[in-house]
């Protein structure tokens, strides 16, 4: 059940839940934990049975996998509206706000890293636009692999500030794709390209600290979404139609789901602790994960609206006719929507080399790259390469937008996993 969205304004000040999005120095970052969920879900099979609980012996779901059926576009689109990167442009402000008035600064810059999925491009975007900042954008491939300082150009004069989104897009991990954004960070650090704000993916943030030492204590990133911050979000962004009320229930133990709760953790549906453990905070993520899950009944197996009744049963005892209408109103009141057992995450191909790891870490480390320019930056053969991409596009693990291959969000943890047990570098998410 969709619970109140907001709290009450009668709930006195100290109830209130922390703000839905927060932006905090790195260090400060907090992964969920695993209050409510099985310590099982923080491994490598985490969503094979994800709202199953561990200590209970097997039973048979409520709703089996086969009677329930997958959601349109359009009744995904309603039941879980795309997220609005608005509201943590607001919440940047805040973080900013005194470092953006401040007549002279302790630093000239500041920096703002987001994990993949976690929107920081389109979130400096929209800050930018709040206050008239100029954007700078990234520059192309061949300035970036010939040093050209022309790109530069493009810098705002005066004590006009600026913003950069995606410090990712301008470097290559190659032996020309790192002198120019060497020096960028070089200048922007000693304020020599005045005040503005930096975004970087997190991954690239910890290669360029192999690259050029970033000493950035009080860089921002995203506050985690645990349980009872996801659990308020996708609340707020279900779409009630005509009014409606929607039911959440598990598929398998057939227990609601409840979702936008108060700010008593213990009150979080396991469920929603699970999948906020599983995401690791990461709101695109879960965003991405909880519309996967989501089923409902074939048409023929919903029930039919009741039939006006005749006058002979108009005529029968008005008690038992108030009884059989509010019976019916709870029926048709509330709509339930199944959630899954288990999320089918993408699966990545055997394979006996490295060549795939190696192309996966690079479109991590670059939030995304062109086709391209792999060849470029690996030891393997264009068609190699290309082969491997469409196989895993095929799988559902890497999507191919704006030009750009990148890992898709619902295959980002399982790549994340993979990688890890491999010794590549990562971030510190």
């Not at 006195?12 to 400060?28: H, K, Q, S, T, Y």
């Not at 695993?34 to 994800?50: N, P, Y």
């Not at 470097?171 to 970087?200: E, F, K, P, T």
């Not at 890497?398 to 990562?426: H, K, N």
């Amino acid at each position: 059940m969709i619970m109140d969205q907001e709290p009450s304004a009668q709930q006195p000040a100290g109830a209130l839940p922390p703000a839905l999005w927060e932006f905090v120095r790195l260090a400060d970052y907090r992964l969920p934990n695993s209050v409510g969920a099985s310590a099982a879900l923080e491994k490598w099979t985490s969503f094979k049975r994800l709202f199953r609980y561990g200590d209970e012996e097997e039973q048979a779901p409520v709703k089996a996998e086969a009677e329930l059926r997958m959601l349109s576009d359009s009744r995904l689109q309603a039941l879980v509206q795309p997220i609005d990167w608005h509201c943590a442009a607001a919440a940047l402000d805040l973080a900013l706000a005194d470092w953006l008035h401040t007549s002279k600064p302790d630093r000239p810059v500041r920096f703002v890293v987001g994990q993949p999925h976690c929107g920081h491009p389109e979130i400096l975007a929209h800050w930018a636009a709040r206050h008239r900042l100029h954007r700078v954008a990234a520059p192309s491939v061949e300035q970036i692999l010939g040093g050209d300082e022309r790109w530069r150009e493009d810098w705002p004069s005066g004590d006009r500030p600026w913003v950069l989104p995606n410090l990712e897009h301008c470097y290559l991990r190659h032996a020309d794709g790192l002198g120019l954004v060497r020096r960028l960070l070089a200048q922007a650090v000693s304020g020599a390209l005045g005040r503005g704000v930096i975004g970087c993916d997190s991954w690239a943030w910890v290669y360029l600290q192999e690259v050029w030492p970033l000493p950035q204590p009080d860089a921002l990133t995203l506050q985690a979404f645990d349980g009872a911050r996801l659990s308020r979000y996708l609340g707020n962004r279900v779409s009630r139609e005509k009014g409606g009320c929607l039911r959440f229930c598990n598929a398998v133990t057939g227990k609601e789901i409840q979702l936008a709760c108060g700010p008593d953790d213990s009150k979080v549906s396991p469920e929603v602790n699970q999948l906020a453990v599983h995401s690791r905070g990461n709101i695109g993520v879960a965003w991405t994960a909880w519309r996967a899950l989501l089923r409902s009944l074939p048409e023929q197996e919903r029930p039919a609206e009741p039939k006006p009744e005749s006058k002979k049963h108009e005529q029968s005892d008005e008690a038992e006719r108030a009884a059989q209408g509010a019976q019916a109103d709870d029926d048709f009141a509330a709509e339930t929507v199944w959630v899954s057992a288990s999320l089918q995450e993408p699966p990545l191909p055997a394979e006996k080399g490295e060549g795939m790891a190696f192309i996966l870490h690079a479109l991590l480390l670059h939030n995304g790259l062109p086709v391209s320019v792999l060849p470029e930056l690996l030891p393997q053969p264009e068609h190699r390469i290309a082969s491997h991409l469409l196989q895993l596009q095929a799988l559902g693990v890497v999507d191919l937008a704006g030009g750009r291959w990148q890992i898709s969000a619902s295959a980002y943890s399982v790549v994340r996993e993979f990688l890890r047990r491999r010794g590549f570098l990562r971030d510190e998410f």
